[in-house]
């Protein structure tokens, strides 16, 4: 069953990419149907089993029976697409144009990984897993690969980093487009470090050098050497009123979603006037650790027409949203405040809804 | 009589202060009720005299009536906001969110400036002419001022500049929305030189220091000296399919209008693949020597999804836009490409517009 609501915005349809409507932003947790899809290929079928290879002491081949049999914990995370808000870079970065929702929050359950290494035994000569999917085709038209990413073996054998082998999504099992039956979810970090349809589990002795992690998901600056994109960079989002809606003269509450990769989001601040003016926001509790934080401020419109929002979060560590993207070719983690442009109307009745 | 298009795209309700809406832009003239609106200050009455003073040797007192007597051209003129786009602009710069189609294309009938001039007879010392709206009121909040704008005496001495005291625009007297009953039209330059509700012409020894001359309308750059913003800088606009519209798979003709202050367009481009592909558009005949000249260029969207065109101009001289703006305080001159997200469905009807 590919389970989609009708009002997921279509980026793509073959592969299918899609982007969360903002009604469903309105939620702490994002309906499955309504949750953001990123596919690099077509939707893969999947054996049912789950190798872990390698350099280990005890190489596994898991059922996913096997799985449902270990102890699994469920934790809300907040997964965003490397690319979210590519659209809005200048120069035009290559790569499937998401606009700013490519974005959602999801009780994920599953099997911690740092269970599943400690089984399988990583030897001492291991100093990164990769992580493959079953999802597969030729990589920007040349060579057929699977999807695949890695991380660092400290990382991944980290139990506080509560990295996953999910077999649910929001108390279901997974569905096809998020990765059904075994996705990883690594929190913090962008989404494709969340391997769907995962298939292969490498302990390896070197660096994964795929392309996904090569040359895909790297940050190519114009003033820098290249990085691989990793942890969520802090950013908020303004969910109501939703971008191009046509609302009231009266006064309202402006309110959305702030997160950052793994560190706690203690400020957000609103823009109104078009100025230079911020006002705090409040804060409302995180989801959960690894999940969006709900934010919210008064506002009263200065009058009829056109008005731009902006809000603008920092983090603990004192991170903050730049007011333009460091850009980057790939177009990667663009975490630039946001100008939402909305229509005040004598008679306006909310109206509207951002693409 | 206000007479507005109902999707005439608000701005601001108080001054008014509107866009011109997509479906105006199809036509190479834009209707006056369609033809965005850049006001400063509250519609202003106007006394129905023209006053022509300063450095002249014959100072004068024109009326309506002898200003309708004297000989009178017609010429397209494309106008647009200096601040057109600059919502567009990272960081967000001040002044009223303008997006991108504040723009548009009148008929505009009037008395040449120079013949104007030359019945007043500036003298030896007059560098610059001044021009001063009937509209007024405070600066800023601060001192009350009235709405005023100068050119070099060159180039208001110039009959080949076409600057026209305007009566009549597209066949019709002058709305009070676009300065009846006297408009300056200064073809080639951003619309803030085009001073509505014109009321005194003073030919100055000495340079103009109004401060929509000399504070508002300056390029205030982050690396160079601040610049009086004057001629309009190239820009390609595309207009079918508008931004946001939902369109069919079939093949089609993507339709916009290029234009310069002054220079003639000699290519346009497309862009559709989000890429850096470009492709050469078909150019039509300019609409007039100071207006815009249409453009076409097929094309077939390669599947279901988003998609993102993106058009730009060059000049005979080689100027061309670029791909992210200069930024500015003001957030003036914004020609940068657009990157213009439309939805493509098998079952789409050319639905939707551009805000």
């Known amino acids: 069953m590919i389970d989609r609501a009708d009002d997921l915005i279509l980026v793509r349809a073959s592969p299918f990419n899609a982007e969360t409507p903002y009604r469903a932003l309105a939620k702490p947790i994002t309906p499955v149907a309504s949750h953001y899809v990123r ?53 035009l970065p290559v790569g499937e144009p998401w606009a700013g929702t490519a974005v959602g929050t999801a009780s994920w359950t599953g099997v911690p990984l740092a269970s599943v290494l400690a089984l399988a035994g990583p030897d001492s000569r291991a100093v990164e897993v990769a992580f493959l999917g079953a999802d597969n085709g030729p990589y920007k038209g040349g060579e057929t690969v699977h999807f695949g990413r890695s991380l660092a073996i400290g990382r991944a054998l980290d139990p506080t980093a509560l990295i996953l082998i999910a077999t649910m999504m929001n108390g279901d099992p997974l569905t096809p487009d998020h990765g059904a039956p075994l996705r990883l979810v690594v929190p913090g970090w962008y989404g494709m470090a969340s391997v769907k349809w ?158």
């Open 198 to 355: 995962l298939d292969r589990i490498e302990v390896r002795d070197g660096p994964f050098d795929g392309p996904y992690q090569v040359r895909s998901y790297v940050y190519e600056w114009d003033d820098g050497l290249p990085e691989p994109v990793s942890s969520a960079r802090v950013r908020a989002l303004v969910v109501d009123p939703a971008p191009g809606a046509v609302i009231g003269l009266g006064p309202r509450t402006v309110r959305g979603w702030a997160w950052s990769g793994g560190t706690a989001v203690t400020a957000v601040e609103l823009s109104t006037d078009g100025g230079d003016a911020w006002r705090n926001a409040e804060l409302g509790e995180p989801v959960g650790d690894w999940a969006w934080r709900p934010w919210s401020c008064d506002w009263t419109p200065g009058g009829e027409g056109r008005h731009v929002l902006r809000a603008r979060a920092t983090t603990v560590t004192g991170e903050t949203q730049p007011d333009r993207p460091r850009w980057n070719r790939q177009g990667y983690g663009n975490n630039a405040t946001l100008a939402v442009v909305v229509d005040v109307r004598a008679n306006g009745r909310d109206e509207g809804e951002g693409r």
């Open 39 to 91: 596919c690099n290929f077509p939707l893969p079928s999947h054996g049912g089993m789950l190798t872990v290879g390698g350099s280990v002491a005890n190489p596994l081949r898991l059922s996913l029976a096997d799985i449902a049999a270990m102890p699994a914990v469920t934790v809300p995370v907040t997964l965003e697409c490397a690319g979210n808000g590519r659209v809005g870079m200048q120069p």
